[in-house]
């Protein structure tokens, strides 16, 4: 058989689509699966002449047909307007981690990328702790991967204040709030957690399966046995 997948950030889907953990495994027949698989099709003939740059169009428009397809017919209005808060929820996090570094990085940019009111933008975010406060969070995750990074060498101070932190004090303040351990600490630690999370042992790693759990590396080259 000829089997086609596509790879989409399951942030972008869990907030898109409701109820999409309860999707798993479902098969899509009828018009609608044919017309989700005809633009898989299409995907990976033009693939090759996609820039880099249109990978987050091509991902907005495979998730607004995956949501057309794979959604129960019919719903209440509620239902409905609690679908287009997650499309642009999506929408609108997808803008931030693109633009984290922007110093005008705020809600007037938001609003204007999202052709939105900032009355609606603020409704939208108020579950998340409103605009700032989720900027903020992801400018730290952000920074975080940074310092955990064993490519990154800048100092932290210099990597705050790309991201919008005023002064050294303010993200210190900022950090240790949102991790409850320090940047220094997490750049003296360069991502040993993580590994530790995904592998226990990190002498671990250097063992291949099955004497270590199965990576994703390994999966995707079990495929082609």
Excluded: N
């Amino acid at each position: 058989m000829h089997c086609l997948c596509i790879f989409i950030p399951r942030d972008m889907i869990d907030t898109a689509i409701k109820g999409f953990a309860a999707l798993h495994g479902q098969v899509v027949s009828g018009a609608r699966g044919r017309i989700f698989a005809d633009h898989m099709k299409v995907l990976a003939r033009q693939a090759g002449g996609l820039a880099m740059e249109d990978g987050p169009a091509m991902a907005d428009s495979c998730v607004a047909l995956m949501r057309a397809c794979l959604e129960p017919r019919g719903g209440t209005g509620e239902e409905t307007r609690s679908v287009l808060d997650a499309t642009q929820m999506g929408r609108a996090r997808c803008f931030i981690d693109a633009h984290l570094a922007a110093p005008d990085l705020g809600p007037d940019m938001l609003s204007d990328c999202l052709a939105t009111s900032r009355a609606a933008l603020y409704r939208l975010f108020r579950p998340v702790g409103g605009v700032a406060r989720f900027i903020q969070q992801r400018r730290l995750q952000r920074i975080h991967d940074l310092l955990c990074s064993p490519d990154e060498h800048r100092r932290i101070s210099e990597i705050a204040l790309t991201y919008g932190f005023a002064d050294e004090a303010s993200f210190s303040r900022a950090f240790k709030r949102e991790y409850g351990y320090t940047a220094r600490d997490a750049r003296a630690q360069r991502g040993l957690q993580r590994v530790e999370r995904l592998a226990g042992d990190p002498e671990r790693l250097t063992l291949s399966p099955p004497d270590r759990m199965m990576m994703w590396g390994d999966w995707i080259t079990k495929l082609a046995d």
